[in-house]
């Protein structure tokens, strides 16, 4: 039987920015439906807030650097298409590091699997630790302590998500699938429980947000990304398998083998 192999690295790039935009653009329809009003929320408080300390004639004389209208537009669309464009470029890699190395699996599989990984590693690990505010309502004097700590909790779970794929790669022969995958996610759960203890959370919130809003908006950032990352492995998956397909087509005629149908 003809050998499956992988595209070319370019190819593979091109098709993982490609699949990032199209999530990207998912995950803005989510952001513009359920994390813009959260948004409009927070800054009515803030403002109400200014308004109640400085009054309403000097809060009236700020102006904004960038208006609310091209924020919402041309700044989240610009901002998610960046986003997702990176992220597809690095999952494609992560998916060339991944195939043929993670079992039998085939390319949807594989790239389902990074897909849930690559979540769990940049967005879910640091969500749990440090859930995201809405703009203008977290403390100022914490934005760097803040953003350091997010930032460092990213790395935490792409390192422990990355030990925990080889651990499990190394007793797979030796324990078996299953429980292989129990010990490694345990080990997972077990290091980044001691770093969630030990790791401060700052207070980021401001006094008398409502928590409604602030639950409202967490929810929808989440979401954001579970449709970026679910629409990034499903739609990448789906390429790549056709790509494959195509990689095995000239093998298999020259084997004389049947061409599987795409």
């Known amino acids: 039987?003809?050998?499956?192999?992988?595209?070319?690295?370019?190819?593979?790039?091109?098709?993982?920015?490609?699949?990032?935009?199209?999530?990207?653009?998912?995950?803005?329809?989510?952001?513009?439906?359920?994390?813009?009003?959260?948004?409009?929320?927070?800054?009515?408080?803030?403002?109400?807030?200014?308004?109640?300390?400085?009054?309403?004639?000097?809060?009236?004389?700020?102006?904004e650097v960038v208006s609310r209208t091209v924020q919402q537009t041309v700044g989240l669309v610009t901002a998610m298409a960046v986003y997702g464009t990176a992220i597809g470029g690095l999952f494609s890699i992560a998916f060339a590091f991944a195939h043929g190395r993670i079992g039998t699996l085939g390319a949807r599989a594989t790239s389902g699997l990074v897909a849930l990984l690559g979540f769990t590693a940049v967005v879910l690990v640091p969500f749990l630790k440090y859930p995201p505010t809405p703009p203008a309502v977290g403390n100022p004097g914490t934005i760097g302590g803040r953003t350091a700590l997010y930032f460092g909790m990213v790395a935490l779970g792409v390192l422990a998500t990355v030990a925990a794929v080889i651990v499990f790669g190394r007793l797979a022969a030796r324990l078996g699938t299953w429980s292989a995958a129990i010990v490694s996610t345990a080990g997972f759960a077990a290091v980044v429980a001691v770093v969630f203890r030990l790791t401060p959370r700052p207070d980021a919130v401001a006094e008398g947000f409502p928590a409604t809003v602030l639950w409202d908006f967490r929810i929808a950032s989440l979401g954001v990304h579970v449709v970026l990352w679910a629409t990034l492995g499903l739609l990448f998956g789906a390429l790549t398998e056709r790509a494959f397909q195509r990689h095995r087509a000239p093998l298999a005629e020259a084997e004389g083998e049947p061409v599987p149908a795409a």
């Open 1 to 63: 039987m003809a050998a499956e192999r992988s595209p070319a690295m370019r190819p593979l790039l091109v098709r993982g920015m490609i699949a990032g935009l199209v999530a990207a653009a998912a995950g803005l329809l989510v952001a513009w439906i359920y994390g813009e009003p959260q948004v409009a929320n927070a800054i009515s408080f803030e403002e109400a807030q200014a308004a109640a300390e400085h009054g309403a004639a000097g809060h009236a004389e700020e102006e």
